[in-house]
């Protein structure tokens, strides 16, 4: 199982962005699915979380900027992000709970994916 996530890049200031993360291998499951970020000698921080029934969770430095969105269907997870500022500027990382069957057990992982880097220029 792992996640691939892809979509960031260089932007200016004021600019958007769409991250996207897609799930694969063999899952069962998924059910939280989140966007964490990281900036350099900074801690990774939560930016948005979606549950499988679509209720979602903001940082506060990103609420009215953000939105996250999920595809159960291609089992993906979207990030929009608009207005972005240099303080936006770090690796996001994708995170989700996936559920896999092995031998009639359901086994849930905490998976990440490998981080995108968004530039954003002042």
């Known amino acids: 199982v792992q996640l691939q996530a892809s979509g960031g890049g260089l932007v200016q200031s004021g600019g958007s962005l769409r991250l996207s993360c897609a799930a694969s291998g063999n899952i069962f499951s998924i059910n939280d699915m989140g966007w964490y970020r990281q900036a350099p000698g900074k801690q990774r921080e939560l930016v948005a979380t979606?549950?499988?029934?679509?209720?979602?969770v903001y940082s506060d430095s990103v609420k009215g900027r953000f939105t996250i969105s999920r595809d159960n269907a291609k089992n993906t997870v979207y990030l929009q992000m608009n207005s972005l500022r240099p303080e936006d500027a770090a690796v996001y990382f994708c995170?989700?709970?996936?559920?896999?069957?092995?031998?009639?057990?359901?086994?849930?992982?905490?998976?990440w994916g490998e981080g995108t880097l968004v530039t954003v220029s002042s």
């Open positions: 979606i549950t499988s029934g679509g209720s979602t």
């Open positions: 995170n989700a709970d996936i559920g896999t069957l092995r031998t009639d057990l359901l086994e849930v992982m905490n998976v």
